[in-house]
Nanobody
Framework: QVQLVESGGGLVQAGGSLRLSCAAS????????MGWFRQAPGKEREFVSA????????YYADSVKGRFTISSDSAKNTVYLQMNSLKPEDTAVYYC???????????????????WGLGTQVTVSS
């Protein structure tokens, strides 16, 4: 079992920055990749970014490329999402996710993630 705890959400003005963190605990040795998804009110959850544990390959949704950066600290079993130049359309609940299976199709689709955090709210005001 693995537990995920997100932090770092909040309210920020458009153009501002936030950094989300996701700390994994438990059987962290089985982690293959970690990712971030988001769900805005009335919309389906969507992929934001992911990072492969081995090799550190990163993946981004087109909507956040050039603005968001994913990184990880393996020693702390923590993944970060640095979000810059935030827009009102980035407002959503952001979820951290973790997969223990091998990545077959990069970026891993949502259904391949095995564990999920409870989410952290990000609100960007115009």
């Amino acid at each position: 079992q693995v537990q995920l705890v997100e932090s770092g959400g909040g309210l920020v003005q458009a153009g501002g920055s936030l950094r989300l963190s996701c700390a994994a605990s438990g059987r962290t040795s089985i982690i293959q990749a970690m990712g971030w998804f988001r769900q805005a009110p009335g919309k389906e959850r969507e992929f934001v970014s992911a990072i492969r544990r081995s090799g550190g390959s990163t993946y981004y949704a087109d909507s956040v490329k050039g603005r968001f950066t994913i990184s990880s600290d393996s020693a702390k079993n923590t993944v970060y999402l640095q979000m810059n130049s935030l827009k009102p359309e980035d407002t959503a609940v952001y979820y951290c996710a973790l997969m223990i299976g091998l990545i077959t199709v990069p970026p891993p689709p949502e259904y391949e993630y095995d564990y999920w955090g409870l989410g952290t709210q990000v609100t960007v005001s115009s």
